[in-house]
């Protein structure tokens, strides 16, 4: 199965003491998380059409290997399958050396923005 590629280069604004997620100078899984999630929109989007979007309902992700400031990262996301109510993206993290860093999948449900939005406004 094909693989997008996106590259990152984990900044101290990456790790897990400047986000708040613990006290290392490593790269921070809720950043990692990010990173898995956007991937997932930017492969979601060629498989839906003009009049929607793609929002973020599940993410299971497990984050097996540090990587320090200065690391680059490459997030490998795979085509999205789709289980009828949303799309499911298989991704793979890994380091320079190719090691792996996590493996997991991220879920989108396809929605029209407008309704989407009107459903959000109600809540306010």
């Keep these: 199965m094909p693989m997008r590629k996106f590259q990152h280069t984990v900044t101290p604004d990456d790790t897990a ?3 708040g997620s613990g006290d290392l100078d ?3 899984t809720p950043r990692l998380i990010t990173w898995c999630e956007n991937a997932a929109f930017q492969v979601c ?3 839906v059409d003009a009049e929607h979007t793609t929002v973020g309902t599940m ?3 497990e984050h097996v290997k540090g990587s320090p400031v200065g690391a680059e990262v490459t997030v490998l996301c795979a085509e ?3 289980d009828g109510r949303r799309l499911v993206c298989h991704v793979a993290v890994q380091d320079a050396e190719g090691d792996e860093i996590a493996r997991g999948e991220v879920h989108r449900a396809v929605v029209d923005p407008d ?3 009107s459903k959000c406004q109600r809540l306010v």
């Design 17 to 19: 003491a400047r986000v």
């Design 59 to 61: 993410i299971r992700l």
């Design 45 to 47: 989007r060629g498989s």
């Design 26 to 28: 490593v790269l921070a």
């Design 80 to 82: 999205p399958i789709n």
């Design 115 to 117: 309704r989407f939005m």
